[in-house]
């Protein structure tokens, strides 16, 4: 079987930038595109151009540099937002609108005072009118999670035939279980007159910490398109991470789906990211966090030492990181410290080794961690013990 392409659509600078704290300035914003270009992104969402001068700016300036991927910008359901989009994005060499609007019972009530049959209206209105501007209009549907998948359907329907290219079926606030998602995904795949002239696109958020297996759910039930961002920023508690899908895809070969993402830029990528937005990356974070590829208990180091692929699924230098680390606690065996004296330059003998672990299992027990300088103090005292 033909494996099949996911597209990926980055929205670090959009949905991402949105985090308090996040808010990154023009020039840090052309790094971040430049780079996610390079990265082999297939779509950038740039920003929200009406949302503020500054973001319409960044848009635009982004739509001039990139040079492969889409450039892409947000709108709500109306003409002003879809007319400052299309200006922003004049200069992208291949510009995407992205337009649409709430459908979930409680965003028709709550948000728009209005009903389904005028929120459909307002959808295939919107859509017509970006197509106006440009060929590739993406349509979100609001809270897709929450919506009922009948009328969700009815929804998708009217925006195909308004012009829409892309379908984004976000779960906006991260509430469905990937069985769910995936089934809304097929659902619509089944139900929709016209979806074989559309993508169909996962937004999933991490509300319940379940935006990547929504997306990977959605994808392997038909969806061509995941939006996520680089380490998982976005609102709230976040949407998919962009460095988890693509690896997902990479090591499950049985899914016959794959990415054209540089893998091996992916920890350069996030470490970028966070240094821009001051937003620090949790230490266990999948395939990018500091104790991603860093083994600290002794059964593990022992495994490997032997054999890396004992307790790893990804050889680190295909997400670029140099190799996998041996911390060393009081948790560690003999076989780390041996490994860790070896690195440092000393060949020590079974006998040395008793000695000094158990010299070195007092200072570990006075320590969150053993660096290289303890180790070198460990074997200068035993050196000059044993004579
Ligand atoms: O989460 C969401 O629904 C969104 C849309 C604006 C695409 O970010
Ligand atoms: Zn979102």
Redesign the pocket.
Same mark, same amino acid.
């Given at each position: 079987m033909n494996s099949e392409k996911i597209e990926i659509f980055d929205?670090t600078l959009? +949905?991402g930038e949105q985090v308090p704290g996040c808010k990154l300035n023009t020039e840090q914003k052309l790094i971040i595109a430049e780079k996610l270009d390079e990265l082999g992104v297939d779509i950038i969402e740039a920003g929200f151009p009406i949302s503020s001068p500054g973001d319409f700016e960044s848009v635009s300036e982004i739509s001039k540099l990139v040079r492969n991927a889409k450039v892409c910008g947000?709108t709500r359901a109306n003409k002003k937002d879809i007319d400052a989009a299309a200006e922003a994005l004049r200069y992208a060499k291949r510009p995407r609108i992205?337009t649409?609007i709430g459908t979930s019972d409680s965003h028709i009530k709550y948000k728009f005072n209005s009903t389904r049959e005028n929120i459909i209206e307002r959808a295939a209105e919107a859509v017509r009118y970006a197509k106006s501007y440009v060929e590739d209009v993406e349509f979100?549907a609001? +809270?897709?999670g929450r919506t009922d998948n009948e009328y969700l359907a009815r929804v998708c329907e009217a925006v195909i035939k308004a012009g829409a290219t892309v379908l984004?079926i976000?779960?906006?606030t991260g509430y469905c279980l990937p069985e769910e998602y995936g089934q809304k995904i097929k659902y619509l795949r089944e139900n929709v007159k016209g979806i074989e002239k559309a993508v169909l696109s996962c937004?999933c958020?991490n509300d319940l910490g379940l935006a990547t297996a929504n997306s990977i759910s959605g994808a392997i039930n038909g969806a061509r398109q995941i939006?996520c961002t680089i380490n998982g920023l976005g609102?709230r508690a976040g949407?998919t991470a962009l460095e988890e899908v693509v690896m997902i895809l990479k090591q499950h070969k049985d899914l016959n789906l794959y990415t054209d993402v540089n893998s091996r830029m992916l920890n350069e990528m996030s470490a970028m990211v966070s240094d821009l937005m001051g937003m620090s990356v949790q230490p266990n974070k999948a395939i990018v966090g500091a104790n991603a590829f860093a083994h600290s208990s002794g059964i593990h180091q022992d495994g490997v030492i032997k054999n890396r692929e004992t307790y790893e699924i990804i050889d680190p230098a295909e997400v670029g990181v140099n190799e996998s680390s041996i911390i060393l606690t009081a948790r560690s065996g003999r076989s780390a410290l041996a490994y860790r004296f070896k690195h440092i330059g000393f060949d020590v003998t079974k006998n040395e080794l008793d000695y000094l672990y158990q010299e070195f299992l007092k200072i570990a027990d006075l320590k969150k961690e053993v660096g290289n300088d303890d180790l070198a103090l460990i074997m200068d005292v035993c050196s000059r013990k044993i004579g």
């Open positions: 929205t959009r +949905d947000l992205h649409g979100y609001e +809270d897709a984004n976000p779960d906006t937004h958020h939006e609102e949407n």
